[in-house]
């Protein structure tokens, strides 16, 4: 299990507003590293689709809203360890944000699995993606 997930979320609204290509460069960028123990993974919908699209850094628990590509980069310094990019962040209920977490403790296990098989299928971004997909994951 990795020690940090980057939740992005895939519903149909936030899709419609870039969702995807955030998720798949946060992802790009975050393999780059060469860090195994940051995972990014899709999420269905945090009910938060007025705002989106949204990220969630966890377990840490800090959120991002209104995510655009070009935000990409500060979100993946806050993801790799630096500071939260504090332009970008949301500010959520907290029990909104409790009951979340509680989903996110079940589902993650599930996500993972999914990301692994998808990460299996897609092209490698060159040698550091090698590494992700068969790094030992701390
Ligand atoms: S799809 Fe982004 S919060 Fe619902």
Known sequence: MAKRYVLVCRGPTCKAQGSLEVREYLRK??????????LV????????????????????????????????????????GGPPAGHLL????????????????????ELEAQAEREAKKRPVDGLF?????????T
């Open 90 to 109: 949301a500010e959520v209920d907290a029990d909104h944000a409790k009951q979340c977490y509680a989903i996110f403790e079940e589902a993650i296990p």
């Open 129 to 137: 993606g090698l590494r992700s997909l068969f790094g030992k994951r």
């Open 41 to 80: 993974l899709p999420y269905t919908c945090f009910d938060l689709c007025g705002r989106g699209p949204n990220a969630v850094v966890y377990p840490e628990g800090v959120w991002y809203e209104a995510l655009r590509v070009e935000d990409v980069p500060d979100l993946a310094r806050h993801a790799l």
């Open 29 to 38: 960028l975050v393999s780059e590293s060469g860090r195994c123990d940051v």
